[in-house]
T-cell receptor, first 113, second 112 residues
Framework: NAGVTQTPKFRILKIGQSMTLQCTQD?????MYWYRQDPGMGLKLIYY???????DKGEVPNGYNVSRSTTEDFPLRLELAAPSQTSVYFC????????????FGPGTRLTVT | DQQVKQNSPSLSVQEGRISILNCDYT??????FLWYKKYPAEGPTFLIS?????DKNEDGRFTVFLNKSAKHLSLHIVPSQPGDSAVYFC???????????FGTGTRLKVLA
């Protein structure tokens, strides 16, 4: 199992550009999450999904969109990049049972200039 | 509103000694707590968890203690090793929500 994979590892965007951060898991987990981590801060939940076709907002969803067409993939879309979106983005997944840990991808470091 | 707080941004400990990392929470609905370890340029990895029906959970060198009345949990690492140097996050969840709230992390440095 590769676990949770994220692409790209690094990206530099200009203000106003768009991009999609890719996330794939091969563990057949129903629950998937996107977090961002700013320097000196914890992980803030952007969006999450409890299964294909079902997504919901987290703590900091503004400026982002998600879709979940398959169990494996949960892409995060930035439509109009802003400097405030400079961060490290982590994707995570969990099995469909309560009280269990999350499995994280290696992260995508995004800089918007 | 920071529901999960780690008030110590950093901690240095000598190799072989005990490391104690602390975490406080404000939401009394949290009933499941986790600790994650994060190395630079990697994603967090799960370390240990505890349910609110317990007050202690142990896994090798790692023990998590939960004090529900104080809304406080701590992670003990004994003995500490240089490889334990990392950022440690605590997280909390409420059953049925499948969402996790993270603290800001504590950077542990174990000195050889």
């Amino acid at each position: 199992n590769a676990g949770v994979t994220q692409t790209p590892k690094f990206r530099i965007l200009k203000i106003g550009q768009s991009m999609t951060l890719q996330c794939t898991q091969d563990m057949n987990h129903n629950y998937m999450y996107w977090y961002r981590q700013d320097p000196g801060m914890g992980l803030k939940l952007i969006y999450y999904s409890v299964g294909a076709g079902i997504t919901d907002k987290g703590e900091v969803p503004n400026g982002y969109n998600v879709s979940r067409s398959t169990t494996e993939d949960f892409p995060l879309r930035l439509e109009l990049a802003a400097p405030s979106q400079t961060s490290v983005y982590f994707c995570a997944s969990t099995p469909s049972r309560d009280r269990t840990e999350q499995y994280f991808g290696p992260g995508t470091r995004l800089t918007v200039t | 509103d920071q529901q999960v707080k780690q008030n110590s941004p950093s901690l240095s400990v000598q190799e072989g000694r005990i490391s104690i990392l602390n975490c406080d929470y404000t939401n009394s609905m949290f009933d499941y707590f986790l600790w994650y370890k994060k190395y630079p340029a990697e994603g967090p990895t799960f370390l240990i968890s505890i349910s609110s029906i317990k007050d202690k959970n142990e896994d090798g060198r790692f023990t998590v203690f939960l004090n529900k009345s104080a809304k406080h949990l701590s992670l003990h690492i004994v003995p500490s090793q240089p490889g334990d140097s990392a950022v440690y996050f605590c997280a909390a969840s409420t059953s049925g929500t499948y969402k996790y709230i993270f603290g800001t992390g504590t950077r542990l440095k174990v000195l050889a």
